[in-house]
DNA sequence: TTTAACGCATCGTTAATCTATGTATCAATA
DNA sequence: TATTGATACATAGATTAACGATGCGTTAAA
């Protein structure tokens, strides 16, 4: 899986976490590989996940006790399926919240009219 | 100067060159400080540059070739006034777009109401 | 049988940013 | 007049998220 998305790595860190809490969020049970093709199709490809990003990440989640794990076979293949917690489901919230006020704070620094003060 | 945004760093990490290169095209020549404040008050204190990160970045910027620096001596205190080259304006357009778009990706993944294909 | 997609893991590196600290001026204030 | 806070810039070292590279193993298709 060698992969490149279409933003500079800059852009895309720190909305990870968000972006797998808020599709676990929606979509319930996932496992990382649908995660990433989620994101895929979602995107547009215009961002694929690194898988040296989301597995380490997915554990990170799991070890902070905001997703639960199971390991399943299916069709001869090894899945973690993940699942929020409840303090996941808290985070995610709060996550949103942040980001969406992040963005419009944003698209007023970078609005091509500013009026000086 | 300490200071605290009220974004988590890793949000704004990545969003600083285009802030400053996009105030600079706005606003024409501007100080360090300047741009600091400018930021501190059109965000409504959400953002607070550090110096430590701003500082730095300018230099960077400029031995990038995408500003250029005036020092000069005002009110008996050293300021060094930054200007963007063409090159710098080229790149503010460019990030420009690029943030513009990922925003808007972001918006879709993060939508509370995506469409299962 | 080899390639591609599936599915996960981990080690070492990168690099942007932060923290902490330092210098110096000026204005206000206690 | 001494101190604080705002102004103005600088830098060395630490942090840390994410990345690149690599590895393992399965299944299906060419």
């Known amino acids: 899986m060698y992969i490149c998305s279409m933003y500079s790595k800059e852009l895309v860190k720190g909305t990870l976490n968000v972006i797998v809490l808020n599709l676990l969020s929606q979509n319930g049970r996932m496992y990382g590989y649908e995660i990433f093709s989620?994101?895929?199709?979602?995107?547009?490809?215009?961002?694929?996940?690194?898988?040296?990003?989301?597995?380490?990440?997915?554990?990170?989640?799991?070890?902070?006790?905001?997703?639960?794990?199971?390991?399943?076979?299916?069709?001869?293949?090894?899945?973690?399926?993940?699942?929020l917690t409840e303090e996941g489901t808290v985070r995610n919230q709060e996550y949103l919240i942040e980001i969406k006020d992040f963005f419009q704070t944003m698209s007023i620094v970078l609005s091509p009219k500013t009026i000086k003060a």
Chains 1, 2 share one sequence.
């Open 38 to 83: 989620r994101v895929k199709e979602l995107t547009n490809e215009k961002i694929l996940l690194k898988d040296g990003s989301l597995y380490p990440a997915l554990q990170k989640l799991t070890k902070l006790g905001l997703l639960t794990v199971e390991e399943e076979i299916v069709g001869g293949r090894k899945r973690k399926y993940y699942n």
